[in-house]
Every structure is written in C-alpha cells, then in structure tokens.
C-alpha cells in the first residue's frame, strides 16, 4: 500500500475482535513511531501499553472510550525531557506526542491493525491509577487490536476540505 493511500484508508476504530497482537508486530509499530521527529530530538513520549487484563480495566476506568481493544497504548511526554520555551509559555509535549501518534496510527495500519486517537480520558485519574510521577503527562489513549468484523468507518470520514477552501498561498 503506497503513502497516500495509507493515509486515506485509516479510520478510527472503535469495534476490535479480541485476538491478540502479535508481540513481534506491537514492537515494530512502537519503535516505527518512536522515529518520528520530536523538538530539539529530545524525544520525550513514553508509552504505557496495557495489555493484561488488569491494565486494561484502569485503563479503561479513566477513559469510556477503550473499545474492549485487547490493548491500549497511553501515549505520554516526560515534562523533563520536552522542550520548554524560556520564558514558560508553551511546551512541546502535546506536539511531540501527537507526531510520535501519528506514526504509530499508520505503522498500525501497514501492519493490519486498528486504531483510534482518544482524548477522552480523565488525566489526573490516569496519573493516580498508574501511579504517574509528576514529569509524567498522559497525552492521549490509543486503543489497538485487529477489527472487528462489524468495524467501519465513521460516515463523515471520507469527507474532505478542498485545498482551495483551507489554503492560502502567497
């Protein structure tokens, strides 16, 4: 499957079977998304796969939006390591997070997996459930797994800006 289809064809899932993932295939998508570029390259996202059964139920008493995935990835920055502008205004946690997701959407993708990007989640109920130290920021929950055979997109998926509408060119 070349790039752009890639892109097209990836939807949010939110109906998985309960097969396993492949713990050779799980490994190749975190690393594959660990490549993504991060400001300065201080490379500051940590993830936390849940994946006994255990895990997946904290995981799933913060966030409603787990989708009985057989595993969900909590995507989170170390608020020591991320780049932090001198005079305290922004960060790049939430930027380098987002990109090393992005990767990690498509690498499961190309490897025949399914995911959906949740905001949806209560981060300081996240941070006291796993026992979080402070540097630590969960980011955003990513449920994984294979689809269920009644998964599909969302209909307003295929729908698309015109460039024209979203772009100015100078």
């Known amino acids: ?3 752009t289809t890639l892109c097209k064809d990836r939807y949010s899932v939110r109906a998985y079977s309960d097969k396993p993932i492949e713990e050779e295939k799980l490994n ?3 690393q594959t998304a660990l490549s993504a570029p991060t400001a300065k390259n201080n490379r500051p996202v940590r993830f936390i796969v849940c994946k006994s059964q255990e895990a997946l139920a904290k995981a799933a008493s913060c966030s409603p939006c787990t989708f009985n995935a057989p595993a969900v990835i909590i995507v ?3 608020t020591d390591v991320c780049w932090n ?3 305290g205004s ?3 946690a939430d930027i380098d997070a987002t990109l090393v997701g992005s ?3 498509l690498s499961a993708t190309e490897n025949g997996l399914g995911t959906c990007f949740v905001l949806l989640f209560d981060p ?3 941070k006291e459930v796993f026992e979080l130290p402070n540097n630590i920021k969960p980011i955003f929950y990513m449920p994984i797994g294979y689809k269920a055979e009644t998964a599909e997109p969302n209909p307003r998926h295929f729908q698309r ?3 024209e509408d979203v772009t100015k060119i100078l």
Request: charged share 30%; proline share 0%; aromatic share 4%.
């Open 103 to 105: 990767q990690l959407m």
């Open 28 to 30: 190749k998508i975190l």
């Open 1 to 3: 499957m070349d790039f």
């Open 76 to 78: 989170c920055t170390d």
């Open 124 to 126: 300081q109920k996240t």
């Open 90 to 92: 922004r960060t790049s």
């Open 161 to 163: 800006d015109n460039l």
């Open 85 to 87: 502008a001198t005079d």
